[in-house]
């Protein structure tokens, strides 16, 4: 539904764009991070019930829960109320979203892309590190691209630490 509805908002707003940056800026406006934004600007973190231990290890704040929420809340909207719901609120949190969502690439796949393009393979990210409880890890991860000094990037979880990773490789190319 989500997919459905941003694609519609892009083509009614770049109608000329190729299909390559409309697909680019799609993947981009339909991310879980994104839709833990829109969740956010909506207020759903604020409406969460949690469990108490969930809540204290910071359920609010937490990319996966909110974007799950999001969707959850646009599919309810769909069935309660029809595409119109579900539509104008996909509008309202994601227009603002539009034009910036080229800039949001994730730093993998830009990293990948640049790699890719002076034929040195694909980055290769390994888990340097994982400690914390289970409840709350933290994992450190490091990349590597041929010729290349590693970088290594820390997260609450195994993709937040590998984008972290990426991005710290790519402010070291000046990419």
């Known amino acids: 539904m989500l997919g459905l509805l941003v694609a519609e908002l892009l083509m009614q707003q770049f109608p000329h764009e190729r299909e390559g940056p409309l697909s680019v800026r799609l993947h981009a406006l ?92 694909i980055p290769v990210y390994r888990i340097a590190k994982q400690e914390g409880p289970a409840h709350a890890p933290r994992f450190t991860v490091e990349v590597r691209v041929e010729a290349h000094e590693p970088a290594v990037g820390e997260g609450p979880n195994l993709r937040a630490a590998e984008q972290s990773a990426a991005r710290a490789l790519m402010q070291r190319l000046s990419l």
Not at 36 to 55: M, N, R, T, V
Not at 59 to 73: S, Y
């Open 30 to 121: 339909v991310r879980m991070e994104t839709c833990a934004e829109a969740a956010k600007a909506a207020g759903l973190d604020k409406q969460l019930i949690l469990a108490p231990s969930e809540d204290r290890s910071g359920g609010r704040k937490k990319p996966a829960i909110l974007g799950d929420v999001c969707e959850a809340v646009i599919a309810a909207l769909y069935i309660d109320g029809g595409l119109k719901a579900a539509r104008d609120f996909v509008v309202r949190y994601w227009q603002p979203m539009l034009n910036d969502a080229q800039a949001d690439r994730d730093a993998k796949s830009v990293l990948q892309e640049w790699a890719q393009a002076r034929a040195l393979g």
